[in-house]
C-alpha cells in the first residue's frame, strides 16, 4: 500500500480539540495505526472518541498537535486523503423516502471509481432491501447500509464510528466478520466502541479513552495484562486459608475469603495454579467449585476507568500507560 513512505497509516501525536464554549474534549492523545490493522477506539460516554475520530476525518482542525492519514493532513489535504478513506458516521442521516438502492447510487455518484452498488448491498446483506425505502429499515438495517455506503470507494482506510450499535448478536457477528476479511485483504480500519467484546473479538490494537486523555493503549492481551488473573475455590472441610502455603510463595497478590469460598488475585496465574493443585494434591483434598480465570477486557476497562477518576479527584494528573 503507498503510504507516502510513511510506515504509519494513521499517526496522532499530541492531538487536542477544544469545542467552542472552550471545553478541551480531547486533551493531548497520541497513537498510531500500522497498514492492515484495526484499531480500535474504546471509552466511556462522553470520552472523546468521536471528537478524535472527527478529527482524523478531516471534518475539524485541531486545536493542538497533529493528525496524518495516509501521510497527509486530512484538514488541509482532504482532496488527497478523502478518495482514499471510508467514513461510516454515527448517524448517517440519509434521506428518508429513497430505497436502499436508489441512496447507493446517489452516493456513488460522489464518489470516483466507486464499485457497483448493488455489490456492497451485497456485502452487508441487504441485498433483498435494495427495494425498501430508507424509512422503513431497522436501526440495525441502517447501520449495515451506513456500512455498505463507506465501502463504495473501495477505501484503503476505514473509519466506523460505533459499527454495530443497534445491531442485534447476528448481525454484530456479521459485521464482525466483514471487517476482519477486509483487514485481511489489507484495509486499515479505526473503529470506536462501547462493546468490550467487539474490541476483544476485532481489534489488534486499543486505546482505551476516558475524559479525553488515553488511559491505556496495546494488543488486548496487554491492556488486559494490566489487570490480575483469579482463583477461587471452597476450602476443603476442616481447612482454614492458614493451612494453605504461604500465599505469598504462590505469587499471590490478594485474597479474600467469604465463608468457605477463597478468592485469589495473581500475576502469575499459571504458577499459582499449579502450586494450588500440587498442594491439593499432596493434602488428598478436592478443590471444590475451582475456577482459574486471566482477566477479561472489560474488568481492565472498569477498572481503568476507576483508577484515572481516583486519581483526578485526588488531584492528580492522568497517568498515561500509553506505548
Ligand atoms: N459540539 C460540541 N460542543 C461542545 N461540546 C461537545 C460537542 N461535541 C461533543 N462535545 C463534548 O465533548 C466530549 C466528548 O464527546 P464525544 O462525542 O467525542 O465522546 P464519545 O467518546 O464519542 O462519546 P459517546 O461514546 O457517548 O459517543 C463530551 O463531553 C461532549 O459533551
Not at 486545536?63 to 497527509?72: I, S
Not at 424509512?135 to 465501502?151: F, W
Not at 480465570?293 to 477518576?309: C, D, G, M, Q
Amino acid at each position: 500500500m503507498e503510504t507516502s513512505g510513511h510506515e504509519h497509516v494513521i499517526e496522532v501525536t499530541d492531538l487536542r480539540r477544544v469545542y467552542g464554549g472552550g471545553f478541551e474534549a480531547v486533551r493531548g492523545i497520541s497513537f498510531s495505526v500500522r497498514p492492515g490493522e484495526i484499531f480500535a477506539l474504546l471509552g466511556t460516554n462522553g470520552a472523546g472518541k468521536t471528537s478524535t475520530v472527527e478529527l482524523l476525518e478531516g471534518l475539524a482542525q485541531p486545536a493542538g498537535g497533529r493528525v496524518r492519514v495516509l501521510g497527509h493532513d486530512p484538514y488541509t489535504d482532504r482532496a488527497a486523503v478523502r478518495p482514499r478513506t471510508g467514513v461510516m458516521l454515527q448517524e448517517g442521516g440519509f434521506p428518508s423516502e429513497l430505497t436502499v438502492a436508489e441512496t447507493a447510487r446517489m452516493w456513488a455518484g460522489c464518489v470516483s471509481g466507486a464499485r457497483p452498488p448493488a455489490e456492497v448491498l451485497a456485502l452487508v446483506g441487504l441485498e433483498s432491501k435494495a427495494g425498501t425505502r430508507v424509512k422503513q429499515l431497522s436501526g440495525g438495517q441502517r447501520r449495515r447500509l451506513d456500512l455498505a455506503l463507506a465501502l463504495l470507494g473501495d477505501p484503503e482506510v476505514l473509519f466506523l464510528d460505533e459499527p454495530s450499535t443497534g445491531l442485534d448478536a447476528e448481525g454484530r457477528r456479521a459485521t464482525w466478520e466483514l471487517v476482519s476479511a477486509l483487514r485481511d485483504g489489507g484495509t486499515t480500519v479505526l473503529l470506536t466502541t462501547h462493546y468490550l467484546e467487539e474490541a476483544e473479538n476485532l481489534a489488534d490494537r486499543l486505546a482505551i479513552m476516558h475524559e479525553g486523555r488515553i488511559a491505556a493503549t496495546g494488543t488486548p492481551a496487554e491492556v488486559t495484562a494490566t489487570e490480575p488473573s483469579r482463583i477461587s475455590f471452597e476450602l476443603p472441610d476442616g481447612y482454614f486459608v492458614g493451612d494453605l502455603p504461604p500465599l505469598g510463595d504462590l505469587g499471590v497478590t490478594g485474597h479474600e475469603t467469604d465463608g468457605r469460598t477463597v478468592r485469589l488475585r495473581t500475576r502469575e496465574l499459571q504458577r499459582t495454579a499449579t502450586a494450588l493443585l500440587v498442594w491439593a494434591e499432596r493434602a488428598r483434598v478436592e478443590l471444590h467449585r475451582l475456577d482459574v480465570r486471566s482477566a477479561s477486557l472489560e474488568e481492565a476497562f472498569l477498572n481503568i476507568a476507576k483508577n484515572v477518576s481516583a486519581e483526578q479527584a485526588g488531584g492528580l494528573t492522568t497517568k498515561e500507560y500509553a506505548a
